[in-house]
């Protein structure tokens, strides 16, 4: 199923007044039950297809978008969580503004061929009113207002300046995002499901082989 997610719950607050300063010490508390993972996925009346033309797998639901602040997603993947802290803190907050991300994070997904995605979240619009920005220039002129970085599967809450995170691309508040809820992929491919005890990222594999699904360390 695909559909779009706009969660647009206003403009940037207060557009007559003093921005309000962001408290870090706030958003902390609005994601700290947060959980990065989904070991669950077959619990979800997820199906599960096979394309012998294209050796493609698919799940379908792998992903629960929908409206987070309603449905009380509090784990998942970090698209999902980046959508569930979007919708709480422009709810909770919206005197502040929130610009929806995909980059990377310095710990697990270093490579720019991987893409993990979070919040930045600052007192004014740092877009100039664009939705959508992807081009270098651009986005180290946002990332040098050194917004707050609130990263909800990871738990990190920082100046982005000292976060060590890289930014590919930025959504302004309130732009449209296109969502699936299937995973579709090609043998030898896989995706992160979560961390196992000793917090190693968990991946679940299609195999080239026959292409039966696993999961590896």
């Not at 997904?109 to 619009?125: G, I, K, M, N």
Request: glycine share 8%.
């Amino acid at each position: 199923m695909d559909y779009t997610l706009s969660a647009h719950l206003g403009a940037s607050a207060r557009p007559d007044k003093t921005p309000v300063a962001v408290d870090p010490k706030s958003i902390v508390d609005l994601i700290a039950n947060y959980t990065y993972g989904q070991f669950n996925i077959l619990d979800n009346g997820m199906g599960i297809t096979y394309n012998r033309k294209t050796c493609q797998v698919k799940f379908d639901p792998f992903y629960t978008h929908g409206m987070p602040a309603k449905s009380g997603i509090i784990s998942g993947t970090c698209v999902e969580l980046m959508n569930a802290a979007y919708v709480a803190i422009r709810a909770k907050h919206p005197e502040y503004h929130v610009l929806r991300v995909q980059g990377n994070d310095p710990e697990y997904f270093l490579c720019r061929d991987d893409a993990h995605f979070y919040l930045l979240v600052s007192e004014t619009d740092l877009l100039g009113g664009k939705p959508v920005i992807e081009t270098f220039n651009e986005i180290e002129k946002v990332v040098s207002k050194d917004p707050l970085l609130v990263d909800p599967s990871f738990q990190r809450v920082v100046p982005f300046s000292n976060s060590g995170y890289r930014v590919e691309a930025l959504w302004n508040q309130g732009c449209k995002m296109g969502y699936s809820t299937a995973m579709v992929m090609f043998p030898d491919e896989g995706v992160p499901i979560g961390f196992n005890l000793r917090g190693e990222l968990v991946y679940l594999f299609v195999d080239s082989v026959a292409a039966p699904v696993k999961i590896l360390k």
